[in-house]
C-alpha cells in the first residue's frame, strides 16, 4: 500500500448518521492532514494532527492517530447532505511534500 | 486575505501548445507547492519553491515541465508540448512555512485539457 492511504475508498450513509474514513501510512511523520474535495473542486483543509497528539476535535470532525499503527481515522458526525465531498489524508513523511492518498468518496443520501 | 489564486481556471491546449498556469500564494506566504490530479486520483507532488528557488522538484516528470517562482509576481508551471497524457487538475499550494509545521492551503486549480 502507498503512503497515505484511505479507507473505504467510497462510503454511502444517511444523513443524520457517522462517517468513519481511515488513513494508513508507512513511514514516521510529522503531522497529518484531512482534506476534503467537493467534485471539480480545490481542497479544503479540514484538520491537522501533529505526531505527538492522539486526538483532535474541530465541530462534527474528531480525528484520531495512533502512530504505533502508523493509522489515522476521520470520523464525521451526525452527517449532512453537504459532506458529500472525497476525503484525503496527506502525510508530511518526505520532507516538505504532502503525500495524499487516493481518498475515500463520501456520499451523504438525504 | 485573499486565499491562494490561480489561473486560468480551466484551459484547453492542443497537442504540441504550451500552457502556463500561474499561481499567487497567500499574503505572506513565501512557500509555494504544484500538485497535479489525475481523474479519480489523489494529488501527486510535482515541485516546492520558495521565492527564486527550486527547493524540491523530485516530482516533476524531466521532461517539457518547468517551474519558476520569481521575486516579484506569481509562481508559474509551464508544460511544453503538452500531450494529452499532461490532461489533469493542477493544484497550488501555499504555507508560510515549510510543511512538517504549518498546513498548506490550496487554490482552487487550473483544469488542463489538451485535445
Known amino acids: 500500500s502507498q503512503q497515505g492511504e484511505e479507507d473505504p475508498q467510497a462510503l454511502s450513509i444517511q444523513e443524520g448518521e457517522n462517517a468513519t474514513m481511515n488513513c494508513s501510512y508507512k513511514?514516521?511523520?510529522?503531522?497529518l492532514q484531512w482534506y476534503r474535495q467537493n467534485s471539480g473542486r480545490g481542497l479544503v483543509h479540514l484538520i491537522l494532527?501533529?505526531?505527538?497528539?492522539r486526538e483532535k476535535h474541530s465541530g462534527r470532525l474528531r480525528v484520531t492517530l495512533d502512530t504505533s499503527k502508523k493509522s489515522s481515522s476521520l470520523l464525521i458526525t451526525a452527517s449532512r447532505a453537504a459532506d458529500t465531498a472525497s476525503y484525503f489524508c496527506?502525510?508530511?513523511?518526505?520532507?516538505?511534500?504532502?503525500?495524499f492518498g487516493e481518498g475515500t468518496q463520501l456520499t451523504v443520501n438525504p | 486575505n485573499a486565499g491562494v489564486m490561480q489561473n486560468p481556471r480551466h484551459l484547453v491546449r492542443r497537442r504540441g501548445q504550451e500552457a502556463r498556469l500561474r499561481c499567487s500564494p497567500m499574503?505572506?506566504?513565501?512557500?509555494v507547492y504544484w500538485y497535479r490530479q489525475l481523474p479519480e486520483e489523489g494529488l501527486k507532488f510535482m515541485v516546492y519553491?520558495?521565492?527564486?528557488?527550486?527547493?524540491?522538484e523530485s516530482g516533476m516528470p524531466k521532461e517539457r515541465f518547468s517551474a519558476e517562482f520569481p521575486k516579484e509576481g506569481p509562481s508559474i508551471l509551464r508544460i511544453q508540448q503538452v500531450v494529452r497524457g499532461d490532461s489533469a487538475a493542477y493544484f497550488c499550494?501555499?504555507?508560510?512555512?515549510?510543511?512538517?509545521?504549518?498546513?498548506?492551503?490550496f487554490g482552487p486549480g487550473t483544469r488542463l485539457l489538451v485535445l
Open positions: 499550494a501555499s504555507s508560510p512555512l515549510p510543511t512538517g509545521w504549518e498546513t498548506q492551503y
Open positions: 513511514t514516521s511523520i510529522n503531522n
Open positions: 496527506a502525510t508530511d513523511a518526505s520532507g516538505s511534500r504532502l503525500t
Open positions: 519553491l520558495q521565492k527564486e528557488n527550486i527547493i524540491d
Open positions: 499574503k505572506g506566504h513565501s512557500h
Open positions: 494532527i501533529r505526531s505527538n497528539e
